[in-house]
């Protein structure tokens, strides 16, 4: 099956700074990959996703960029405020697989004012 | 529009109770997923219902189970509860024409502890 793997676990930058996080997928059938943002005591937000067909995307301050042959897929933040602060997700899915999404392990991001 | 739904947000049990937990998915939506979330296992799939039927299982034991109504309203149940299965369980719903990869929208959850 498929499997999600992203880095950092951690991430700490300066309010106004660029925030990067990466993910690698296993499974080269996988054509949809979403980022969701956790704050404490809510549930995933969906902040922006990206299909196969496309190489990058852009929602405001917020990006993706995907590299099919590579396998890999990230997530853009420029300017970052104290309220990014929140855990990252990214995910996969095959296409094949009605509602399942693997999801990589989250990042932690800390924006500091 | 009234966002995804769940009831109720917070349950404690002992082990060996079962426990029934709901979700209400966006109006008009008619896909559900419900995923489990722990600290150690991070966000896993259980399954997903489109009309009433399931359509997709994570691997999770059978205590594990989950129903559809008509009104695209979900419930999972888990029976003989066991320490582990202490979590985050989170609920999503899709876009309405039940296809694959369609944006998945989560509720808060319902925080599950098992003494």
């Known amino acids: 099956g498929e499997n999600v793997e992203q880095h950092p676990s951690t991430l700490s930058v300066q309010e106004g700074d660029s925030a990067v996080i990466k993910c690698t997928y296993s499974?080269?059938?996988?054509?949809?990959f979403p980022w969701y943002k956790q704050e404490l005591g809510k549930g995933p937000q969906l902040i922006i996703d990206?299909?196969?067909?496309?190489g990058e995307k852009k929602d405001q301050r917020i990006a993706v960029t995907l590299n099919k042959t590579a396998k890999h897929f990230s997530l853009h933040i420029t300017e970052t405020q104290p309220e990014d602060s929140a855990v990252y997700f990214c995910?996969?899915?095959?296409?094949?697989?009605?509602?399942?999404?693997?999801f990589g392990q989250g990042t932690i991001l800390t924006v500091h004012p | 529009k009234a966002g995804v739904t769940q009831t109720p947000r917070y349950l404690i049990k002992t082990r060996g109770q079962q426990v029934t937990l709901s979700c209400s998915p966006i109006?008009?939506?008619?896909?559900v997923s419900w995923y489990q979330q722990t600290p150690g296992q991070g966000l896993q799939f259980l399954f997903e219902?489109?009309?009433?039927?399931?359509?997709n299982k994570g691997n999770f034991p059978g205590r594990f189970s989950g129903r559809q109504f008509s009104n695209s309203r979900s419930e999972m149940n888990v029976s003989t509860l066991e320490l582990g299965d202490s979590a985050l369980y989170l609920c999503?719903?899709?876009?309405?024409?039940?296809?694959?990869?369609?944006?998945?929208?989560f509720g808060p959850g319902t925080r599950l502890t098992v003494l």
């Open positions: 109006s008009g939506h008619r896909s």
């Open positions: 990206i299909r196969s067909n496309v």
């Open positions: 499974d080269s059938a996988s054509n949809y």
């Open positions: 999503a719903s899709s876009l309405p024409s039940g296809g694959l990869n369609n944006e998945q929208f």
């Open positions: 995910a996969a899915s095959d296409g094949t697989s009605y509602g399942k999404l693997t």
């Open positions: 219902y489109f009309s009433e039927t399931q359509r």
